[in-house]
């Protein structure tokens, strides 16, 4: 395929070779034609087993015609069929503020205005947004796409680690697609195809299809997870090495065998916070140690403040929530007191709490608790709100009511007709 670039960065130059030895062509542009000159690109890139050097692969494309630099960016738009928009977005070295955009509303900006100069043969274009961007960013900076002709953006944030781009392009775990709508709400198609097929021809891994939003946060939380593991690392680094006898490698070296519970995909749901007498128990006797060892940061003091903070967040919601439905709604269920479905435990349950915290608060109101497992009876409903605190099968479908809300902050209930199901975590 032909494909265009505008930005051969550190990131943009890799990404582009990677293609080229797939077999597509590339037409590339940056505005600093020092980058264009790919004698000047220094980064230590790996290349796949059996290549040159990235400098030399990347010689081995311009000679042989499949990077073609572009000294006027009209001839990657001419040109190709998909283009890459792989400009930079830093940080501003805060956390106040969003990326600075300014380079890529400045590409977008001129990227459209030379499509106004090119009228007609821009149809049926696809324009691909690669920079890490905040989510609701695309849709907003590719509101001049629409407005001018019938072109297709799509956001593919690149999940390549500095130095290993082609390597992680050509092996990665994934490839994730955002769209203007979701894809499997109709309206979409050709351009899943072509960025489909087009990824077809470098790696075998799952292609995930989504919307821009989805994507965008995706991309910023794949990072973020990474920062998270290894401050949580780094923190058990730093107790043990105040702890006599302990040993940081020895301690994750025996977590990294947790591949059931800890290294896996447990644990990693939005839900309730963690619940249970014996995480709780552990987090608060290794805040104490934390902080009798003067520790830097006492994560896990901030693991129960953090849980905490993220309980109230749910129970305001369903304040509001009662709080906007007191004049009809007289009845509110909390449902489930168990901390773990299908089960009687209640240590530090979270749906306990909430009881106990919405009924002292709406006392003016029948606040009541059901749970399958420690109730002996189904009570009869009438039309209320219903706040689903464990996440017991049986909540699944029951037939609540006609008329009556229920907020999940699973996402797991089946949506009964007439019924207003409020999802925590599924922003509309
Ligand atoms: N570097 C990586 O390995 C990597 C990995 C994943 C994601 N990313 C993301 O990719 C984006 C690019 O990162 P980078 O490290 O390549 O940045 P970079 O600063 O190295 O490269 C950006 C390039 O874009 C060029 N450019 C700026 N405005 C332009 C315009 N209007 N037209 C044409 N070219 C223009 C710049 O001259 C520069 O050469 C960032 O959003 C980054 O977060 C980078």
């Given amino acids: 395929m032909k494909l265009g670039f505008f930005g051969l960065g550190n990131l943009g130059m890799p990404f582009a070779l990677g293609w080229i030895m797939r077999g597509h062509q590339v037409f590339g542009y940056d505005k600093n034609p020092d980058r264009m000159d790919v004698e000047n690109f220094n980064e230590m890139e790996a290349t796949p087993p059996g290549c040159g050097t990235i400098k030399e692969e990347l010689r081995k494309a311009v000679s042989s015609g499949r990077l073609l630099m572009c000294a006027d960016p009209m001839d990657v738009m001419y040109k190709s069929d998909i283009i890459f928009i792989t400009v930079q977005t830093p940080s501003q070295d805060n956390e106040t503020s969003d990326y600075d955009l300014g380079p890529l509303k400045v590409c977008i ?74 894809p499997f709400s109709g309206g979409i198609g050709v351009e899943v195809g072509i960025m489909s097929a087009l990824y077809r021809t470098v790696t075998d891994s799952e292609v995930l299809l989504t919307n821009y939003e989805n994507a965008e946060m995706t991309k910023c939380c794949y990072n973020a997870f990474i920062t998270t593991k290894i401050n949580f690392a780094n923190s058990v680094m730093e107790l043990a090495h105040k702890v006599s006898g302990c040993d940081a490698d020895v301690i994750m070296d025996n977590l990294k065998k947790a591949k059931n519970r800890l290294i896996s995909t447990r644990y990693l749901s939005g839900g309730m916070g963690d619940q249970g007498g014996c995480h709780i128990k552990e987090a608060r006797a290794l805040s104490y140690l934390a902080s009798m060892k003067s520790v830097s940061y006492n994560w896990p003091k901030q693991s129960l403040d953090c849980r905490l903070s993220q309980f109230y967040f749910i129970k305001h919601l369903l304040a509001d929530v009662i709080e906007k439905n007191q004049e009809e709604y007289s009845d509110i269920w909390i449902m489930g007191r168990a901390f773990k479905p299908e089960t009687n435990l209640t240590d530090e349950s979270l749906g306990v709490k909430m009881y106990e915290k919405i009924k002292a608060e709406w006392w003016h109101h029948k606040v009541r608790s059901y749970d399958p497992i420690i109730d002996c009876y189904e009570p009869e409903f009438d039309k209320a709100i219903f706040f689903i605190a464990t996440k017991h099968e049986a909540f699944r479908k029951l037939a609540y009511p006609t008329g009556s809300i229920v907020v999940d902050p699973w996402r797991y209930v089946e949506k009964p007709d007439g019924v207003e199901l409020i999802q925590v975590g599924r922003c509309q």
């Fill in 109 to 182: 900006q001129e990227v459209t205005g030379l499509m106004a100069g090119l009228s007609g043969i821009t149809n049926g274009k696809t324009f691909v947004i690669v920079s890490t961007v905040l989510p609701g960013t695309t849709r907003a900076l590719s509101q001049p796409f629409s407005k001018m002709q019938a072109s297709t953006v799509v956001y593919n944030p690149a999940f390549c680690a500095m130095g290993t781009v082609i390597p992680d392009m050509f092996n990665p775990e994934f490839v994730l697609l955002g769209f203007a709508q979701e």
